[in-house]
Structure formats: C-alpha cells, structure tokens
C-alpha cells in the first residue's frame, strides 16, 4: 500500500528565510506525487506535481520540490518565504488501486512566518 | 467561476439528524471524490464516481453514509443518524480521467455535529 509521511508538523521561518518542507513516500509502484496547500477554512490548491521526466519540478507561488527515487523523498522548497505563505501544506500520493485510484495525503506541515 | 463548488458551506446539525451536502465539479470533469478531513489531519478518501458509477468506497464510509452522482454531474453525500465523530470537513473533488491525475478540490463543508 502507498503511504505518506510527513516530517514536522509544525515548521516556523522568518520572512525571507529558506523554506523546506519535508515529505518522503512508500509505493510499490513509480510514484505520482504532489504538493497542496490549504489556507484557513479553504479547500486544497495544487502547488505542484511530479508524474515522469524532470525530476526537479516547479509550481506556483515560487515553490519547487525534487523527486528523489533513491531517498523515497519529494520535499518542497522555496527560497525566500513571504508572510503569504502562512499556511497548511499536504503532501500526497496518488494511490491506482484497482478502479482508477485516489489521492493518499500526509498528516500536513503548518507553516509560519515571523516577519 | 468554473471551479468545484459546494454546498453549504457549513452546517450545524444535532445527533441524530440527517444531512446532505452536494459537490459541483468542473463541469468537463468525469471523476468526482469525496474525502474527509479532521482537525490537524489530512483528507481521508471516502468514495469516488466515474461519470455516474461508484467505483471505490473507502472502509471509512458507513453504511450511514451514501453518495450518489445520478447523472454523472452533480453529488451529494448524506449521512443519515449523525453522530459527533462526524463532525469534519468534507471535501470534494474533481479530475479528468488519464490526465496526470490532478484532482482539483472545492472549498469543502465543515460539518458540525452538536
């Protein structure tokens, strides 16, 4: 079965600061992977994804994120953090399953910016 | 606006009520997904419906739950006999079959449970 887990529930940066947000997968098979966010009472928005190719992959709102076969890891990055990036990061796989599949989520990374 | 839109937004309800709560996907969208998120959690998977057929129900949903998407548009999701272990945000999503299986999700409806 594929899992997701996220490390750090909680991940505090000053603005301007680097942000890394941890995330590493279990799947028995090559992985489709992706980065929401979710600001207070909202549903998700798709920062990014990786399905195949370029294992380096750039979203929106400057974020990226790496796939990492060898390491299980897709962990999101940005270079400078805004107070706008406050809010609730998910990480998640895209479990096929026997009838086309669902989206398995990681228990979520809150994110806060000092200014 | 041609996102995924529910409906309502929140909802109050005593145990033992009945409630419906309905999902409109992009309206070229052909899969449709029901999850469930809890405070501080991630969204669960519930079910999903390809076009009008149920695919796949999670071991999640009761049988005091049921979706239907009777025309492969709209859905609805009711519980019936509510309970406090309800209380969540259910959130619907829509993709397109075969296609980087993106899912694209609505505001959500938080469900409270007094």
């Known amino acids: 079965a594929q899992s997701v887990t996220q490390l750090g529930s909680h991940v505090s940066v000053s603005e301007g600061a680097l942000v890394l947000l941890r995330c590493n997968y279990s799947s028995s098979v090559p992985p489709y992977l992706f980065w929401y966010v979710q600001y207070p009472n909202q549903g998700l928005q798709l920062l990014l994804k990786y399905t195949t190719g370029a294992t380096l992959v750039k979203g929106i709102n400057g974020f990226e994120a790496e796939f990492k076969k060898s390491e299980t890891s897709f962990h999101l990055t940005k270079p400078s953090a805004h107070m706008s990036d406050a809010a609730e990061y998910f990480c998640?796989?895209?479990?096929?399953?026997?009838?086309?599949?669902?989206?398995?989520f990681g228990q979520g990374t809150e994110l806060s910016v000092k200014p | 606006d041609t996102g995924v839109s529910q409906n309502p937004r929140h909802k109050i309800t005593k145990r033992g009520q009945n409630v419906t709560f309905r999902c409109d996907p992009i309206?070229?969208?052909?899969?449709l997904y029901w999850y469930r998120q809890t405070l501080g959690q991630g969204p669960e998977f519930l079910t999903y419906f390809q076009n009008e057929a149920q695919l796949e129900k999670s071991r999640l949903l009761s049988d005091r739950f049921s979706a239907e998407r009777p025309k492969g548009s709209f859905s609805t999701l009711e519980i019936q006999r509510t309970e406090q272990g309800d209380s969540a945000m259910y959130l619907c999503?829509?993709?397109?079959?075969?296609?980087?299986?993106?899912?694209?999700f609505g505001p959500g409806t938080r469900l409270t449970v007094t």
């Open positions: 309206s070229e969208h052909n899969r």
């Open positions: 999503a829509s993709s397109l079959s075969g296609v980087n299986y993106e899912q694209y």
């Open positions: 998640a796989v895209f479990d096929l399953g026997n009838q086309g599949g669902k989206l398995i």
